[in-house]
């Protein structure tokens, strides 16, 4: 997982409250187990018409927020199924941050988890950064500060230590476990020699 810290980037907007998994990352295109390849279908009954050509009003297919690393997004954004296939999405189309006034529970925790800053602030600061993306001009992001910049202002925001920690270092669940792997190595020799018989071949 790649290391995150700043990030700079136009902002895209999604004035939806209540987008679903489903409307992130239809049902069709969970076959997959790869995280990559997801990204064309992001938001699919959004983006595209019946016939899979591209909708030239939705924001993700406009010049220039098709190149958005930030989606601003209206409240409970990622609600329903649990699928991490979401996450992998949005991380595929290039999507690295997340601002709503409220998240998922389950969807919020997958996004640290695949490298995505899940970003709660107050529904009036989502709203004047959706105002402001209008004007095509980037906001950055600085996660060891909690800070987001855009034009003259800075607004702070609330983030649990240890998922910025993991976000910081490029941390997943497997890379915690491994960094952990000496201890494990010597706990395993230690009931290997006091319980000989749990490593024992049938």
Request: proline share 3%; glycine share 4%.
């Amino acid at each position: 997982m790649e290391k995150f810290n700043n990030l700079k980037s136009i902002p895209s907007y999604l004035s939806l409250q209540n987008i679903d998994t489903d409307m992130i990352i239809p049902k069709q295109f969970l076959k997959t187990i790869k995280r990559t390849g997801l990204g064309k279908s992001l938001f699919y009954e959004m983006r595209y018409d019946d016939n899979g050509t591209k909708n030239v009003d939705f924001i993700l297919n406009k010049e220039p927020y098709n190149k958005s690393k930030i989606l601003l997004a209206g409240k409970n954004f990622g609600c329903g199924s649990s699928r991490e296939h979401a996450p992998w999405a949005l991380s595929d189309f290039g999507i690295k941050c997340v601002i709503s006034a409220s998240f998922a529970d389950i969807f919020y925790n997958n996004c640290f988890k695949n490298g995505i800053l899940p970003i709660k602030i107050d529904d009036k600061i989502v709203v004047e950064l959706a105002e402001y993306s209008k004007r095509k001009e980037e906001i950055e992001i600085n996660l060891e500060k909690q800070e987001i910049k855009y034009g003259n202002k800075v607004v702070k925001f609330e983030l649990d230590s240890f998922k910025k920690k993991c976000l910081m270092d490029g941390l997943d669940d497997i890379a915690l476990s491994m960094e952990k792997i000496k201890d494990i190595d010597n706990f395993e020799k230690t009931v290997e020699k006091n319980k000989p018989w749990i490593f024992k071949n049938e």
